[in-house]
């Protein structure tokens, strides 16, 4: 029990580290991430503001529950990375922060961003 408290408590210091430094702004709005076990969740937030602009995940209903079977996370992650750029440059946003909120940019997280980029996205 402890232990995971205590990474939990990490992950929420690294995050605080980051977004020390990491702010949206109305030009380039920033690039939220967010991975459960089960779920990836990406929002696209202007700091400014404090409202989310566009947000996508694997809860969203371009994603049905017989093709969520038969995929890997990450390929999920690829998904999602793509539908929030289709969204973003839909709504004219092109350049962006990434955010990675305190989880390390591999797996899952890269891969997100990785699609989102090829889909358009500048960050």
Known sequence: ??????????WIKRKARIRKRVSGTIERPR????????????????DDLGCTLVAAS????EFSTNEK?????????KLVGA????RC???????IVFDRSGFIY???IKALADSAR???LKF
């Open 31 to 46: 690039l939220a991430v967010f991975k459960s076990s089960k779920h990836i969740y990406a929002q696209v937030i202007n």
């Open 83 to 86: 539908l929030i750029a289709k």
């Open 69 to 77: 079977e038969n995929i890997k996370k990450s390929e999920e992650a």
């Open 1 to 10: 029990m402890a232990i995971s408290v205590n990474t939990k408590s990490q």
């Open 106 to 108: 591999h797996g899952r």
């Open 89 to 95: 440059l839909e709504r004219n946003i092109q350049k």
């Open 118 to 120: 090829e889909a358009g």
């Open 58 to 61: 694997t809860l969203d209903h």
